[in-house]
């Protein structure tokens, strides 16, 4: 079995989901602190979308922004010499942006929970907007932010629309785990399609199981706080 689009895979979606996360995060303390709830809904609904487009259409869209010839790929390559689409690098970009709202989604949904009389009373206390962000929105958040992170690794593992649109399937290359399902079973040959789906299975139920870990300690944790 090649091994190639494990590695692949885990690479792409590690370094995803560090992009995910912190963009997420910024994303939704950016929408949280929107005082006007029609900016709110309009950006919801932006910072959403790609949640509910077919990963192909998102796909397109990469492909439309970063192909060679088009603007934001055209602009990497004449100036950094960095070709973007059908590259590895494509396959981050596919993985970061189809996995995005769920860190954003997930990290909002945290922000919301977290008790407003504790950031007024930072507030009331003088201290400044990034501290209270820093000592109190983000570790009453953490465990939030951290199933969105789980979410998101485990989403950008599996995708597999907007790769093979914007970073194409190259053995060796771009071709991650669910590229290499298809180009098996395309192939007919259902054995090795059958393994990588195994191991695809695999680490979707240690991340799954992983999350609900996080949160089984989570809640045990506030209970020995509230005692």
């Known amino acids: 079995m090649d091994l190639s689009p494990v590695l692949i895979s885990a690479k792409t979606a590690s370094v995803s989901v560090v992009l995910t996360f ?5 994303a939704a303390f950016f929408v949280f602190r929107m005082r006007s709830g029609r900016r709110k809904i309009f950006w919801d609904g932006v910072l959403t979308l790609p949640l509910v487009l077919p990963p192909t259409v998102a796909g397109f869209f990469l492909l439309f922004l970063f192909g060679v010839h088009r603007p934001v790929g055209a602009f990497f390559l004449e100036f950094f010499g960095v070709k973007i689409a059908f590259s590895w690098g494509a396959t981050v970009l596919a993985a970061s942006v189809i996995s995005f709202p769920l860190m954003y989604r997930c990290a909002r949904g945290a922000f919301e929970q977290v008790d407003r009389d504790l950031l007024d009373a930072g507030r009331t206390l003088g201290m400044s907007e990034w501290r209270i962000f820093r000592k109190i929105l983000l570790p009453n958040a953490l465990h939030g932010l951290l199933s969105g992170g789980i979410l998101a690794f485990a989403r950008g593992l599996g995708e597999f629309g907007a790769t093979a649109m914007i970073a194409g399937n190259i053995a060796g290359e771009t071709r991650t785990l669910p590229l290499a399902v298809y180009s098996d079973v395309s192939a007919g040959n259902m054995e090795g399609a059958g393994k990588y789906v195994l191991i695809l299975v695999l680490i979707s139920f240690i991340a799954v199981t992983g999350m609900s870990c996080a ?8 209970r020995r706080e509230t005692r």
Not at 215 to 222: D, H, I, N, S
Request: net charge negative; proline share 0%; charged share 10%.
């Open 22 to 26: 912190f963009a997420g995060v910024a």
């Open 215 to 222: 949160t089984y300690l989570f809640q045990g944790f506030e």
